[in-house]
């Protein structure tokens, strides 16, 4: 399959990586907003701009997007959507339903194939989700994440005028945590699960007290959560806070048998070292089969759970039965 990125930054990068580890897979190029001759490919892959994507339609099978949930996805993937099969990584939860109607339309208008919100949350922690509710209907479920640095809530307030940099942590409250794992089921707010800290490097003059109001009350990122706002230097930054870990968790309980007398937990846990380059790794395994399903003729668009789990793997439905099963 024939894969270009739209967007180079972290995530753009690491799909570069993961394509060099699936043998079934090129990279044909990358797509930028920048100067095309200022960006420098790890693998010396053509860089392109992103206004001259549509010559190279022909020589795509999907177009990976690259772009953050605040503001780039929601444009960019319906519009690429009607000339492309695409995948995207679109992470906002309470949007999720509106961008995939968009996505949706475009795609089936072009008569094409699309991929939304697709990473490990939303994607493989969804897919967990999913087989945790049918297997244990009488149960509850709960989502941690972290600690470690949220892509796209860094990218939100980098998107806050005044703001250099910035990157954000989300962090599980573990007396929230140990209790879920216990089985006993409580009742937790958003608040409750989750800390919020956002590390803000700020440029020269900005009105540091109207950036942190900003942060606290940006709604569906940070207005539910206990957030706390550290102002540092470039330097600093640079220094300690560099590295994209992440991870997290997600946690069903349950019971079964009469009167649910036999209690059940289901957990799936990631510890990621680097949070784009696993998000890169899941987006090429699911235009694998974005790939499969568009030569089988389907066109709009789809989620994780209209996926296959066959449609991912390289390999052969005969060596999945023999060497996996």
């Not at 960019?76 to 906002?92: E, G, I, Q, R």
């Not at 490990?120 to 967990?128: E, K, V």
């Not at 289901?266 to 395994?285: C, G, H, M, Q, R």
């Not at 994780?304 to 039965?321: C, G, K, M, W, Y």
Request: glycine share 8%; with cysteine.
């Amino acid at each position: 399959m024939k894969l270009a990125i739209f967007g180079y930054g972290n995530l753009g990068r690491g799909v570069e990586y993961a394509v060099q580890q699936n043998p079934d897979a090129e990279l044909v190029g990358v797509f930028t907003r920048r100067d095309p001759a200022s960006v420098r490919t790890q693998t010396g892959v053509p860089v392109y701009a992103a206004n001259d994507v549509l010559a190279h339609r022909d020589e795509i099978d999907v177009l990976i997007i690259c772009g953050g949930s605040a503001t780039d996805l929601p444009v960019l993937t319906p519009a690429l959507a009607k000339d492309f099969c695409v995948v995207d990584s679109f992470d906002t939860h309470a949007k999720i339903p509106a961008h995939f109607e968009a996505v949706d339309a475009a795609a089936a208008a072009g008569g094409k194939l699309a991929l939304i919100s697709c990473g490990w949350d939303p994607g493989m922690f969804s897919l967990a989700r999913m087989y945790a509710n049918a297997i244990l209907p009488d149960g509850k479920d709960y989502t941690f994440w972290g600690r470690g640095v949220s892509q796209g809530h860094s990218d939100a307030i980098r998107r806050i005028p005044g703001v250099l940099d910035a990157r954000q942590y989300t962090v599980p409250i573990e007396s929230a945590l140990a209790a879920v794992r216990s089985g006993a089921q409580p009742e937790l707010t958003t608040r409750e699960k989750h800390l919020r800290e956002c590390y803000v490097v700020a440029a020269e003059g900005a009105d540091k007290q109207a950036i942190e109001t900003a942060i606290k009350t940006m709604p569906n990122y940070f207005a539910d959560y206990d957030t706390t706002v550290t102002f540092i230097t470039a330097d600093e930054m640079k220094a300690n806070h560099s590295a994209l870990p992440h991870g997290g968790c997600v946690i069903r309980s349950g019971s079964t048998g009469a009167d649910g007398a036999h209690r059940h937990t289901i957990e799936y846990a990631l510890k990621l070292d680097s949070n784009p380059e696993f998000t890169a790794s899941v987006l090429v395994a699911f235009a694998r089969a974005i790939h499969r399903m568009a030569q089988r003729g389907e066109t709009g668009c789809r989620t994780v759970f209209e996926i296959a789990p066959a449609d991912l793997s390289p390999l052969t439905r005969e060596q999945l039965r023999k060497s996996m099963l």
